[in-house]
C-alpha cells in the first residue's frame, strides 16, 4: 500500500485537495473490481497541516489533517495542491507564511519519495529550493511572474505534467486529475491508470496546457509609452505592422524601443504581436464559423500554410482540431 500525504493549508484550494482524495479512492475500488480477492487498498489517503492544525479553504470548507508532521517518514508521496490565487500580494504572503514548511520538505525530500504539485503548488516548491536547475510548469497565467522569480528554474508551459526526478509539477486547478493519473499509472501500473481515466472521463492525451493560453494583456508594468503600444497593436491586428511602426508610434529609435519592450513586457514585439494574432484567431474560432482562411486574413498573415504550421507550434493543435475542441 501507498500512503499518499496531501498538504493542507489556510487558502487552500479545496478542490486540489478532495479532487485528489477521491481519484485515489476511486482507483481503490476499481482495483478491488478487477482483483476480487484483494482484501487491501492500493492507496492511503492523508491530509497533513502544516502545523497539526485544522484549516479553512478559500471557499470556506474547514479540513481536518489526517495524520501529523511525525508521521512524515511513513508517506511514499506529498501532494501540495494549490493556493486560491487573489494577486501577487496574497501570494507573497501565503508563501511567507508557508515558508517554514520548506525544511520539512527538504527533510522529506531526502527520504528519496514523491514531491508533486499543482497550480500554485510550484511556487512553494520553487521557494523551497528542491526545483533549481530543474524543469517545471504552473498555472499558465503566472508563468510570467513564476519566471521572474525564479529564473533558474527551467518553465515548460508546453507540458501539463512535469516529472523532474522525484519532484513532479502539473499546471493550472483541474491538472490535479492528470496529475494524480501519472502517479498511479508510476505506482500501480499502466492497467489501472488506463481504467481510471476511463472512468473519471479524464483525455490522457492532453498533455500540454498551451491550447487554454492567452497573452498576458493584464499589463503587469508601470511603463505607458509600452501599454499604449500594446493597446494599439490589439487594434491593428490585420494590418502589416513592422518594428519601425512601432518604435514611431512610442516616438522611440527602435533600439530604445526593444529594450523598453522587454523589459516591461518581458518579450519581443515581434513575439508578443505574434501571439496577439494567434490569441485573436483562437478567439475567432471558438466564437464564430469564419473559415480557417479568412481568420488567417482578419488576422494579419497572408500565407495560410504558414500560419497553420506557426498556429500549431504554439498550440499544438491545428485550428481545426482546436475550433474542434473549443468552439
Known sequence: MKTIAILIFDGCMA?????????????????????????????????????????QSSSGIMLEPTMTLDELANIDVLLIGGYHYVDEVSLELHLKNISPFSEILHKFAEQGSYICTVCTGSFMLAQSGLLDNCQATTSWWLAPLFARKFKNI?????????????????????????????????????????????????????LSQLPFMNVQRALGHTDKAISDCQYWLQERLAQNISLNDM??????????????????????????????????????????????????NQVGYDDVSAF????????????????????
Not at 477521491?22 to 502545523?51: C, E, G, K
Not at 522611440?252 to 490569441?279: G, N
Request: hydrophobic fraction near 45%; aromatic fraction near 8%.
Open 15 to 55: 478542490s486540489s485537495v478532495t479532487g485528489p482524495v477521491d481519484i485515489f479512492n476511486i482507483s481503490n475500488s476499481i482495483f478491488r473490481h478487477f482483483n476480487a480477492n484483494a482484501d487491501y487498498d492500493i492507496f492511503n489517503v492523508r491530509l497533513l497541516s502544516v502545523n497539526n492544525k485544522a484549516v
Open 154 to 206: 527551467e518553465l515548460r508551459m508546453d507540458q501539463l505534467v512535469i516529472r523532474a526526478e522525484k519532484t513532479w509539477t502539473a499546471g493550472a486547478t483541474t491538472a490535479y486529475t492528470s496529475l494524480c493519473i501519472a502517479l498511479v499509472e508510476k505506482l500501480a501500473g499502466h492497467q489501472l491508470s488506463s481504467q481510471l481515466s476511463r472512468v473519471m472521463l479524464v483525455d490522457n492525451n492532453r
Open 247 to 296: 518604435a514611431l508610434f512610442c516616438a522611440m529609435s527602435q533600439r530604445t524601443f526593444i529594450r523598453r519592450f522587454k523589459a516591461a513586457v518581458k518579450t519581443t514585439p515581434a513575439s508578443y504581436l505574434q501571439q496577439l494574432r494567434i490569441d485573436a484567431a483562437k478567439q475567432l474560432l471558438e466564437n464564430t464559423n469564419h473559415t480557417v482562411e479568412h481568420i488567417v
Open 308 to 327: 497553420r504550421r506557426l498556429f500549431s507550434k504554439h498550440v499544438q493543435l491545428t485550428p481545426q482540431a482546436y475550433r474542434k475542441s473549443f468552439a
